[in-house]
Each structure stands twice: as C-alpha cells, then as structure tokens.
C-alpha cells in the first residue's frame, strides 16, 4: 500500500504538470531553444520533443533555434525570446537549471542517441603522424581512450581538443585543425568523413524547462 501512495504521488505531479504544458501550449506558436549547431544530440532531442509537442499536445507549431551553449540558449528564455529549453540531465551543469529560481521543470523524456565513434577524412595519413589531436566535447571525452586502442595506434600519443558540441568536432576536422574527431552519424550526414571505429549509443534523459509564470 505505501508503494501504491508513492507511485501515485509521484504520477499526479508528473501529470500535472504536463497538463499545465500542454495547456500553454495549446493552438499556440511556440519556441524552443537548445544548444546546436544542428547534428549534435541536444538538436535531435528538441526534434523529438517538438513532434510530441504538436502531435500530443496541441502546440500549433513549435520552432526551434539553437545555440553555441545551453546558457546563451538560457539568457533567450529568460529575456523571453523562447517558451522552453531542453538540456540533457548528463550535462555538467545540470544542477544550476535545477536550483535556478526563475525555472520551472515541465517535462523529462527518454531518448536513444545516435551513434558516437571517431571519424576520419584521411587515415593513412594521420598513421603517418606520431602525435594526433582528436577533437571532442566533454559530454563524451571520456569514451576517446577506448576507441582510440580500437585503432591500433598505442604508440602515438593524442592530445584532446575540446569542442562545444559533436557537430564542432566534426568541423575541426573538416577546417584541418585535429586529425580526428568524436562526432555521431547525424553529424556526419552530409560529410566526407568517415567513421573508423566502432559506434555506440545510450539512452539519456532529457529535461524541459521553461520560466515560471
């Protein structure tokens, strides 16, 4: 019985406040704003979330625009350029959204990710080098050491670049300025590069926001 009352708080407030969203929105033009450009996962989230916007709740349309980082996305929100922002719960900042008095919390959801690996334009030339840059942003810098054994390569040393997005990966290595970069298959769509490793994916839980009213 005590699981029962704790699921059901839990699911009332949930519920309400998606009836809430849903009642903003509804037969409204609406905004939202996340960081780009587009390509990187966050860009990917808010097209999901502004299918389920119009297709479920009732928004009549819902616009996206994107960023260089989630706090210049913030500063549109709060200057009241935007109805809502959309960051993954995985961000290193996570917590100031959360304890950000001017925010509400509106809505999570869970989304896969696209597929994640190193790519390349040209690698028979980066085995001609003995130290390599690989471009990355910091949400997955940490997945670089194993792919990078998958490459046989252990006696070259790599530096990290450090780039706001995949997508920013993506083009240092196009503009010549890393050998390689951490980037996804959305990214890489419209790119001669070329993934040369094994690609992998996750589940990450998103989060919406939007100013109290």
Avoid at 24 to 33: A, D, S, T
Avoid at 125 to 141: D, Y
Avoid at 158 to 185: F, M, P, R
């Amino acid at each position: 019985m005590e699981s029962t009352k704790y699921n059901n708080e839990i699911c009332k407030k949930c519920v309400e406040k998606k009836d809430r969203m849903a009642a903003y929105m509804n037969g409204r033009k609406c905004k939202i704003v996340t960081m780009g450009p587009q390509g990187t996962t966050s860009s990917e989230a808010a097209r999901y979330f502004q299918n389920y916007a119009i297709n479920e709740l009732g928004a009549d349309s819902m616009k996206i625009s994107l960023y260089d980082t989630f706090e210049i996305a913030l500063k549109e929100l709060k200057g009241g350029g935007a109805d809502f922002i959309i960051l993954p719960n995985a961000y290193g900042k996570m917590t100031n959204f959360y304890w950000d008095n001017i925010l509400e919390l509106m809505f999570t959801f869970i989304i896969q990710t696209p597929e994640y690996g190193i790519a390349a334009l040209d690698m028979d030339a980066v085995r001609g080098k003995q130290k390599i840059s690989i471009a990355t942003c910091k949400a997955v810098e940490h997945l670089v050491s194993d792919m990078w054994k998958e490459l046989n390569m252990q006696e070259q040393d790599y530096t990290i670049v450090e780039a706001y997005s995949t997508t920013k990966s993506l083009v240092l290595l196009e503009e010549g300025k890393v050998d390689l970069a951490l980037t996804n298959n959305s990214s890489l769509e419209n790119s001669n590069a070329f993934f040369v490793t094994k690609t992998m994916h996750t589940e990450v839980l998103w989060s919406v926001f939007m100013v109290k009213k």
